[in-house]
């Protein structure tokens, strides 16, 4: 869909890949171009190039494009790696495969774990280096050598190297790098200090282990698409989001693939943020319901919370800083079906891209949340194949009736509110779990609604959690491809020192911080990306001494005094866990460092189109339609959104249409707009 006039100089392009639709945002002088087209999940960048053409982007006057891709996060959960071999310290070949003292059902003795290196792929060398980073063993170079060729007749392509406390002392690894470097034939060898210098040998392990596994898959990726854009015409910098929310450089991004799992979800969270701050909401939870899943994160005082700690699944913590997104596998395309029991299910499983949901019209077969709205009169589907609708509702009937309704003894309606009802249940759960998790009430925070069908169920979410406020983004649907457009050039470090802090010297904390804000400001003066200002982020994982888990302590002077940290930790300690512990003494445990190199603002009016605003709200109404609200039917008006004056109030019931997104306002909510655009869902009318 093209949205402006040929779109020529400084235009920027944001897209991101999803389960089910690729999106793109491409913002200019001259005006707004938008697409959402089905993913392509064999080859990713097809579905890029796709989004291009669609929105008549001239490829070779591009002057930058942003892109957050599943690649690795998909690569990692469906176990579709490179061969991927382990040196490590002579009697620790089973760190990976040992873990934490944990299961992966919190109820029952049965569950499976498989590591990402099978054990016959774990060598071990004699060295050995103590907590305080002095050698007990020297390492054996010639053990080295051996192992990295036996990887290699074994069919490796890629390598981790991974030595007891090489935190402290990174000489072993960077010694073993060197000797497998002179051997092997490729760049993917993984030193697992360099990806993450901290302590925990098992994070650090499996870290470094994700890191090298799709260290391959995504550079081939990358490569592919850089080809394929270079064919194109196109001959200025790709970025890549990253995690944390920030981007890397094409050409730089598969060294440190780990950091790229959750980019998807984490552009998202930043338009979030970007948003709240332009509209004066600067705490939000974010809810992101696309096709496949549904992501939630927190954001307070518009900045989104982050974490060293995300576990993608169990047994695979990736302790490198990643937007703290929690995920549900409830989206669009997921799908209901009756369980062993008799019961009804929705999800994780999901209709995906292709077929897609029975009301695609693209022999979809199964049962799905879309299909559930779609039959209560909420939801008109996209109509990829010019079926005929009527025929496409006969359909959903029939497989909704057949597949649900006839085992529940319901109707075909009762079984899709079902559905609904279902969906709404799990994704509640995921909002609690987020927000409860970090100490946070949901009922001190708007809801910020977006993907693809986050906005369908906001308000029935807003009025389960307490939320007061809904806010909707101007695209919904295309939000994660904007966090890319707005996104900032981030460089995170973390250094571990695990230091009581009766011990600790009264610069070494300062010191650390130096070091590392001067290799992050030489790292972002090296990128050719307009920035307004560079930032830096400080914070420490501390823990009171003899405890387990981190907490994170944002630090604003780097020379503050010990007893200063120690009042702070006890302080964020009690803010978190209502709990005193005024006698025992806190630890550091790592200084962490952020290096932000913030972009210029972008004006987000442009994602509205001025010229299509109705008059008055009853000019922008398209149609009326019967809608299924709890357990009757409405007839309810449909208006498009691009159609509506810049500055509407009005009450529901109300369905809102728009190319990436439909909007539900339940009966007795009221809809009012803010300056840059978002509508703001009132629940139960109440402003």
């Not at 989004?51 to 690569?75: F, Q």
């Not at 698409?225 to 790709?238: E, H, M, S």
């Not at 974490?307 to 302790?319: D, K, R, T």
């Not at 009690?574 to 913030?598: D, K, M, Y």
Request: one cysteine or more; proline letters at 6%; aromatic letters at 6%.
């Amino acid at each position: 869909m093209a949205d402006s006039e040929d779109a020529q100089g400084n235009t920027i392009v944001g897209v991101d890949v999803g389960g089910t639709f690729t999106d793109l945002v491409a913002l200019s002088p001259s005006g707004l171009r938008l697409a959402k087209v089905p993913s392509t999940i064999d080859n990713q960048s097809k579905g890029v190039l796709s989004a291009l053409k669609a929105a008549d982007c001239d490829i070779a006057a591009l002057d930058l494009i942003v892109h957050g891709t599943t690649t690795t996060t998909n690569a990692v959960l469906e176990r579709k790696l490179a061969r991927t071999g382990l040196i490590t310290t002579q009697g620790f070949r089973d760190i990976l495969e040992l873990g934490r003292r944990t299961r992966p059902q919190a109820y029952g003795m049965f569950g499976e774990f498989k590591p990402l290196i099978p054990r016959d792929l774990r060598l071990e060398v004699p060295e050995r280096m103590d907590c305080d980073g002095n050698i007990i063993t020297p390492l054996d170079n010639n053990a080295v050598a051996n192992a990295a060729r036996s990887l290699l007749d074994r069919g490796c392509e890629a390598v981790v190297v991974h030595f007891l406390h090489a935190y402290a002392n990174p000489t072993h690894e960077q010694q073993a790098v060197e000797v497998i470097q002179s051997l092997w034939p490729n760049n993917y060898i993984t030193a697992g200090h360099a990806l993450l210098s901290e302590n925990r040998e098992y994070e650090r392990g499996v870290t470094a282990a994700v890191n090298a596994s799709v260290q391959p898959v995504l550079s081939k990726y990358v490569d592919r698409l850089v080809r394929a854009l270079t064919d194109k015409g196109y001959t200025r910098d790709l970025l890549i989001m990253n995690g944390n929310g920030g981007m890397v450089r094409a050409q730089h991004v598969a060294k440190e693939a780990a950091k790229t799992v959750m980019s998807g979800p984490a552009s998202g969270v930043m338009a979030a943020a970007f948003t709240g701050r332009m509209c004066s909401e600067p705490n939000l939870i974010t809810y992101d319901m696309g096709g496949t899943s549904t992501d939630v994160a927190l954001i307070r005082d518009a900045t989104p919370s982050v974490s060293n700690e995300i576990e993608v699944e169990y047994g695979l913590p990736i302790h490198v800083p990643m937007v703290d997104v929690r995920t549900v596998g409830a989206g669009g395309g997921s799908i209901a079906r009756i369980n062993s029991g008799g019961l009804l299910e929705v999800g994780p499983e999901s209709a995906g891209a292709s077929p897609g949901p029975i009301c695609y019209g693209r022999g979809g077969t199964e049962p799905t949340i879309s299909d559930a709205n779609f039959l209560l009169g909420r939801l008109r589907p996209p109509n990829f194949s010019g079926t005929d609708e009527s025929k496409i509702s006969r359909n959903v009937r029939g497989v909704m009736t057949g597949q649900l309704a006839s085992a529940l003894n319901c109707s075909a309606v009762e079984a899709a509110a079902a559905v609904v009802r279902i969906a709404n249940a799990k994704m509640a759960g995921a909002i609690r779990m987020v927000s409860l998790s970090l100490g946070a009430d949901p009922r001190d925070f708007a809801l910020f609604a977006f993907g693809g069908a986050g906005p369908l169920h906001a308000a029935d979410l807003a009025r389960e959690l307490d939320i007061p406020r809904v806010v909707i983004p101007a695209r919904p649907g295309l939000t994660n491809a904007l966090g890319c457009v707005v996104a900032d050039l981030r460089y995170d470090f973390v250094r571990t020192l695990n230091i009581p802090l009766s011990t600790l010297g009264p610069n070494q904390i300062a010191s650390v911080f130096s070091a590392q804000i001067e290799q992050g400001k030489s790292m972002v003066s090296k990128e050719t990306v307009t920035l307004d200002r560079i930032e830096s982020i400080l914070s420490l994982d501390m823990q009171f001494t003899g405890q387990t888990h981190l907490l994170r302590v944002p630090i604003d002077n780097p020379a503050i005094t010990n007893a200063e940290l120690q009042s702070l930790f006890e302080r964020i300690y009690f803010e978190r866990f209502h709990v005193e512990l005024p006698n025992i003494q806190a630890t550091v445990v790592n200084v962490n460092c952020s290096i932000v190199g913030h972009r210029p603002p972008l004006d987000l009016s442009q994602l509205l189109d001025r010229k299509a605003r109705a008059v008055n709200l009853r000019e922008a109404q398209t149609s009326t339609r019967p809608v299924f609200f709890d357990t009757t039917w409405i007839e309810t008006p449909v208006f498009s959104r691009d159609a509506m004056p810049a500055h509407v109030s009005f009450y529901g019931p109300a369905i809102l249409e728009q190319m990436d997104t439909t909007i539900v306002v339940p009966p007795g909510d009221r809809v009012t707009s803010d300056k840059v655009g978002n509508l703001i869902l009132h629940v139960g009318g109440a402003l």
